[in-house]
């Protein structure tokens, strides 16, 4: 831990990240702390005060938000959408690629008029670029206007933190490099109809473009009992849909040592709880076990919607990505999928232009993507990342062949997730209605099963439940139909 002298004494306020550190992996025990409580001094902290936070990235990162925001609540704190209501403002950030990062320190341009006008706002950088050594190395240098930093691992310590940044001069960072315990009962402000559930933290595999495994630390998963007291929960309070999250979703249960327990024993455990819709993310496809695709073939309310990253369908690349599997190793998992669940939707990300990646290989990454035929695709120009073996590696590709490939790609992709959706044409889906659509207050928003967003006149009352739609057009990204008056039991 690295010290500074402030006007007030040395203070453990001043810990800043850093790279190497993060990289180590201890074979140390993971405590899991079921005792959390925010210290009665720090409970009207936040009387008559207001919050807004604002999110970048992953939806890891969206559920860090709603802990923070219950955090803040039990603070006293208020949620506001109004920036000069706000006495502390939150950026939530990702690290990912460079214009996750630019995004972010633009807007920490704009909030610098906003701080001069009002000098006891708390301006805060949290997430996953606080993990960044040369980012907070930016903010000090930068945007000394910032009061607070605080990273991925230490989320619990906010009111601490809040309550020092009001009251210290200088800018207070407080960064872990190295993951701490699992802290069970955080409390969460969960928003809608829709909830996620972290099922582990972390990342121990490396691939060698990505910075998660650094900000996010080594792979620790939650115990099955406190997941599936938490879905029950949730079941009881009325979420129609739960969705469980882990960067690397399948290696859970890989750092049990008392136990064999994997994602597939924990969904056989889920898919008994009376919770209508079940997801997980993400998927990675060397830890997808034949376990696995048994327990999803039960179906019921685990959905036939499968998220399975494949980044390159080139060997060489996938190799120098560090991936652990091979194209043919992908088409066998794809093959079993689809064999076991043959209705099954699959979704991917892909990265164009990996240093040195040569046209003949990115003509791999094409075919692999006409021969699985997905449902839609996240796709990337890969973004040096500072720190990762990648950002070291020689890389000859021009920018222009690499958005040229990204556009040629989702050309590729939009071919099949057209002719996906229109297999749909006629067919009575079941939809769970989520929204008014964005463009028309008259149109409902809402998702299939596998994931797919559905559009159909309706009143506003049947937001929240379950209703049949035919399906009447299939334009590429979305789907259009009837609402069908017929009963849904869940
Ligand atoms: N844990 C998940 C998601 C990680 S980040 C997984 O392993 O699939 C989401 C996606 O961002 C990745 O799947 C990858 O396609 C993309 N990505 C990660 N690092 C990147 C980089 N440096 N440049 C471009 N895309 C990147
Ligand atoms: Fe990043 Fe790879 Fe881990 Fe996914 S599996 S978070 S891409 S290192
Ligand atoms: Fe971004 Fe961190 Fe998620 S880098 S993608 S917010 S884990």
């Known amino acids: 831990m690295t010290t500074k002298k402030t006007d007030k004494d040395y203070s453990i306020y001043f810990q800043p990240p850093s790279l190497s550190d993060a990289k180590k992996r201890g074979k140390e025990d993971i405590a899991v702390h079921y005792n959390f409580d925010i210290p009665e001094d720090m409970r009207s902290i936040g009387e008559n005060k207001f919050y807004l936070i604002q999110t970048y990235g992953c939806q890891m990162n969206e559920h860090d938000t709603e802990t923070i925001k219950g955090l803040l609540e039990q603070m006293g704190y208020r949620a506001t959408e109004d920036r000069q209501q706000a006495d502390v403002i939150l950026l939530n950030t990702c690290a990912v690629r460079e214009n996750a990062e630019d995004k972010v320190f633009g807007e920490l341009g704009h909030l610098s008029h906003l701080k001069r006008e009002k000098p006891s706002l708390i301006l805060g950088v949290c997430g996953c670029m606080s993990q960044e050594e040369s980012v907070v190395n930016r903010i000090m240098k930068k945007h000394p206007f910032v009061d607070l930093i605080f990273g991925t691992h230490n989320i619990h310590r906010l009111p601490h933190l809040v309550k020092e940044a009001m009251f210290s001069k200088e800018m207070v960072i407080e960064v872990w490099s190295k993951e701490g315990d699992i802290i069970e009962n955080l409390p969460k402000k969960r ?43 949730l079941a009881r309070q009325g979420f129609k849909e739960i969705m469980l999250l882990g960067q690397n979703v399948n290696a859970y249960g890989k750092d049990f040592e008392d136990r064999k327990y994997g994602l597939g024993d924990l969904m056989d455990e889920v898919r008994k709880i009376d919770i209508p819709r079940v997801r997980f993310t993400t998927s990675h496809p060397r830890d997808f076990d034949d376990r696995l695709i048994e327990v999803l073939a039960k179906k019921g309310n685990l959905m036939e919607h499968i998220h399975l990253p494949v980044q390159s369908g080139n060997n060489e690349i996938l190799k120098r990505m560090s991936r652990k599997y091979t194209r043919e190793h992908y088409l066998e998992l794809v093959r079993k999928i689809r064999q076991a669940i043959p209705d099954a939707v699959l979704t991917t990300d892909i990265i164009v232009g990996f240093p040195g990646e040569t046209d003949e290989q990115f003509e791999d990454t094409i075919s692999l993507v006409k021969e699985v035929e997905y449902d839609s695709a996240f796709t990337f120009i890969y973004s040096p990342r500072e720190g990762t073996p990648a950002a070291d590696m020689e890389d000859n590709v021009p920018y222009k062949v690499k958005q040229e490939r990204l556009v040629r790609l989702n050309d590729t992709l939009n071919v099949y997730s057209k002719r996906n959706n229109e297999r749909l044409m006629g067919q009575t889906i079941e939809v769970l209605v989520e929204s008014e659509s964005k463009y028309n207050p008259e149109v409902l928003a809402g998702r299939s099963r596998t994931n797919k967003l559905v559009h159909f006149e309706g009143p506003k009352e049947l937001i929240g439940t379950f209703v049949k739609v035919k399906v009447t057009e299939t334009p590429t990204f979305y789907i259009k139909g009837d609402w069908v008056r017929e009963a849904v039991t869940h």
Not at 193 to 210: E, L, P, R, S
Not at 224 to 232: F, G, H, L, S, Y
């Open 191 to 233: 928003e809608g109809i829709k909830a996620w559930v972290n099922i582990m933290y972390g990342c121990d595999k490396f691939c060698t473009y990505c910075i998660v495994p650094y900000t996010r630390g080594k792979e620790r998963s939650r115990r099955p009992e406190d997941v599936i007291a938490e879905v029950r929960d």
